[in-house]
């Protein structure tokens, strides 16, 4: 029986495109009683894909939220491009603005048009002129596919169409890193790939994404690394070949085979 709290091996992993950019390290988080993060060692290479999957209540998104410190954390380090996540304050904003999050509810102002979505925190926190803003903007949206869409209010638009903004929104801030937290999770089948041609698409450019997902097609087609968890833990990590084919724990395999019978 091997050791749940072992670090797990990613020695065997060969994908890595740079130097660290994310590092969690010995990451704890508790709600009151409930311990949701132990002990949780990760670190994502700039340039890497890494898909967080496992049950739910596992802590893949509490994992996913500590990261722009949507969440505290109880102790342990979270540094960005070698910088630790302030507490609070200023830093903690500038630093946020190097992390893109896709909700999995879009989170856009349904007052402000979708362009004005997505120009306002590049005015707002990155002081760029309202031109600038909108020319680098219109280029996001057609990206994402909805660029004729840039003068309407979100509720005119599908949940694919709105989560593809959300995706440019996040772009616009020219985040280092991108966090997905389940991003299809509240579309309507038939909107789930779109969202997902942008992500693989962004993943195929050399963003460095993590994402919480269900989607193990899209784990498969473009992770550089799957991490599954479990209870809090980080239980396994591998690439999605060796995940998908030989998982190693058997909580894992457990997790696989509920995934192929239904």
């Keep these: 029986m091997s050791n749940p709290n072992a670090s797990p091996a990613t020695s065997n992993i060969t994908v890595r495109r740079g130097d660290p950019l994310v590092v969690v390290s010995a990451v704890e988080k508790h709600y009151g009683d409930f311990h949701a993060l132990k002990n949780i060692d990760l670190t994502v290479n700039r340039g890497e894909v890494v898909v967080v999957i496992g049950p739910s209540g596992s802590g893949k998104s509490t994992l996913c939220r500590t990261i722009n410190r949507l969440e505290t954390i109880t102790s342990g380090t979270i540094t960005i491009d070698g910088t630790e996540l ?6 903690l904003a500038a630093l946020r603005a190097d992390v893109g999050m896709v909700f999995q509810s879009f989170n856009l102002f349904s007052h402000l ?24 903007a219109k280029v996001l949206l057609d990206r994402v596919g909805v660029g004729h869409q840039a003068t309407k209010l979100p509720a005119q638009l599908s949940g694919g169409q709105q989560q593809r903004v959300a995706i440019a929104r996040a772009l616009a801030m020219k985040p280092k890193v991108m966090l997905f937290d ?15 041609d942008v992500m693989v698409g962004l993943a195929q450019d050399g963003m460095t994404m993590i994402v919480v997902t269900h989607e193990m ?6 992770a550089d690394r799957v991490v599954f968890m479990a209870d809090g833990q980080i239980v396994e990590e591998a690439t999605p070949e060796e995940f998908f084919t ?17």
């Design 182 to 196: 389940e991003p299809t999770s509240a579309l309507d089948p038939e909107m789930i790939n779109e969202v997902l």
């Design 217 to 222: 097609g899209f784990a498969r087609k473009a």
């Design 246 to 262: 030989a998982p190693r724990s058997e909580r894992a395999r457990d997790f696989l085979s509920k995934l192929i019978t239904h």
């Design 113 to 136: 048009t979708i362009l004005e979505n997505v120009t306002l925190g590049p005015i707002k926190v990155k002081k760029l002129k309202k031109a600038d803003a909108e020319a680098e």
């Design 86 to 91: 302030p507490k609070e304050g200023k830093a």
